[in-house]
């Protein structure tokens, strides 16, 4: 039985979800964070359950072969990355023991190892994620920007970060100056009162910069100097406030002002452009991406016959990507702006068999099914939450005869598999590539085939 305060020495023997070291004391698992499996280790426990404990690592008595010196001087306390105390090489080894351990022991769909292939790991896993939001905290003459230490809502003070591409520092210098000289006030949690909330970064691989920042109310003291600090930054090209007034851990709010330019960046993708606007889901990792899409059209096996329906479609990035290969592309998406966004997507690319509505998922597609659609691929992008059960439900209804389920969360993945699973489909392959390189999690594409008629 572990106790807190314990101090153990234990030999670590896999990794978890979060790149985090999964040891074994006495039969019972300790997580701690830090340790890599065949190391031995001593480790404080922090916190004792019935079952498991959770552990602080104090020392690497026998170091594995796979640790490596963390890139970041922040990588101690920050909680943004999990794994750049080891190889990336080892990264992808967890990555892909993790999927094939959620289809199984989750999903229930009985896969050997060699049906779930290496982790698609990225060419450059450095200065590639395209959006960096980072809390603010502190006073308006020493302002703290940074992330949130590991399980707490502390500010650990960043300059720069090595995963961010784009001139990150640059950014928060001139946001820094502008609160000193305009006296704005961090946001404080506890209170609820102050001004600046977040500093949203979001950059473009040609170099365009949008500035959100996150305030609890539209109306910025000095503006224009604020301005004119960033148009000291390379690329930058548009400043915009977003209003989050709600005492909440929700980043973003629904009201968003454009400041200066005209509110949106430009990314291109498998050789189509798409607009980014503040409230647009976009992948993090534009090169990675491609693969992902690439491999999600690859196994839609389109002739140029198929009506294709992608749920959650976001800015509409795959169903567009994908109509150049189908007769026609549905996207649902609920976030209207996104919706917005995915139509003038079509509109710059000249492509006229892809529509785009603005429902939720779980109301639109069991309606238009009822109703008569019947697609031969649904395509499903969605949150981490997963699949609604009635959209599963609608799916099955439909009948397509492929269903490729692209997640950024296995353990909901594997859930929603099981009940496509249960209602008629086969699972045919899948694929995970590495989107968040050096953290925990993994992007997985599955195609599952529909067995009965």
């Known amino acids: 039985m572990l106790t807190k305060n314990q101090l153990v020495t234990t030999k670590c023997l896999r990794l978890g979800s979060e790149l985090e070291g ?76 993790q999927v094939l351990d959620c289809l199984n022991r989750i999903g229930g769909l009985g896969l050997s190892e060699d049906q779930v292939p290496p982790v698609l790991g ?8 395209n959006k960096t939001a980072l809390p603010v905290q502190g006073t308006a ?41 305009a006296g704005v006030q961090p946001y404080q949690e506890e209170s609820g009162k102050g001004l600046l909330r977040h500093v949203v970064v979001r950059t473009s691989r040609d170099g365009q ?55 949106v960046i430009y990314e291109t993708l498998l050789g189509l452009t798409f607009e980014i606007s503040p409230l647009s889901f976009f992948q993090v990792n534009p090169p990675q991406t491609e693969r992902l899409y690439q491999t999600a059209i690859d196994f839609a096996g389109l002739t140029g016959n198929e009506l294709v ?3 959650y479609a976001g800015a509409g990035t795959i169903a567009l990507c994908m109509a150049k290969n189908a007769r026609q592309v549905i996207g649902i998406e609920i976030v209207e702006p996104a919706v917005d966004s ?40 969605p949150p981490r939450k997963g699949v609604e059960p009635q959209v599963i439900e609608a799916v099955l209804k439909a009948a397509p005869r492929k269903v490729v389920y692209v997640s950024c969360h296995v353990p909901t993945q594997a859930r929603d598999l099981q009940m496509l699973a249960a209602g008629g489909y086969g699972f045919e392959k899948c694929q995970p590539v590495d989107m968040f390189c050096y953290a925990g999690g993994v992007e997985n594409v599955v195609s599952m085939v529909r067995k009965t008629t």
Not at 158 to 180: F, H, N, Q, S, Y
Request: net charge positive; proline share 7%.
């Open 309 to 311: 329906v992608d749920a």
């Open 209 to 263: 910069l949008m500035v959100l920042l996150v305030a609890t109310k539209a109306s910025l003291p000095k503006v224009d100097a604020l301005v004119a600090k960033l148009k000291a930054v390379e690329g930058f090209h548009t400043l915009v406030v977003n209003v989050n007034k709600q005492r909440n851990n929700v980043i973003l709010g629904r009201e968003c002002q454009v400041l200066h330019g005209d509110g």
């Open 22 to 97: 999964v040891c074994d004391v006495e039969g019972m698992p300790l997580f701690v964070p830090g340790a890599l499996p065949g190391e031995t280790v001593e480790a404080l426990v922090v916190k004792a359950q019935q079952r498991y404990g959770f552990g602080k690592l104090m020392k690497v008595l026998e170091p594995s072969p796979e640790r490596a010196e963390p890139m970041c001087p922040a990588y101690q306390w920050c909680g943004g990355c999990s794994g750049q105390h080891m190889s990336y090489e080892a990264t992808l080894r967890a990555k892909r023991a």
């Open 342 to 381: 995915a139509r003038r997507n079509a509109e710059r690319n000249g492509i006229t068999n892809a529509q785009f509505h603005a429902a939720a998922v779980e109301d639109l597609l069991p309606k238009l099914v009822a109703e008569g659609l019947r697609p031969d691929v649904i395509m499903l992008d």
């Open 122 to 129: 990225a060419e450059k896993p450095w200065r590639f994620r």
């Open 141 to 181: 003459m020493d302002p703290q920007i940074g992330f949130y230490r590991r399980r707490s809502h502390a500010i650990v003070p960043v300059e720069d970060c090595p995963i961010t591409m784009g001139p990150l520092a640059a950014v928060l210098a001139a946001v820094k100056g502008w609160m000193r000289e």
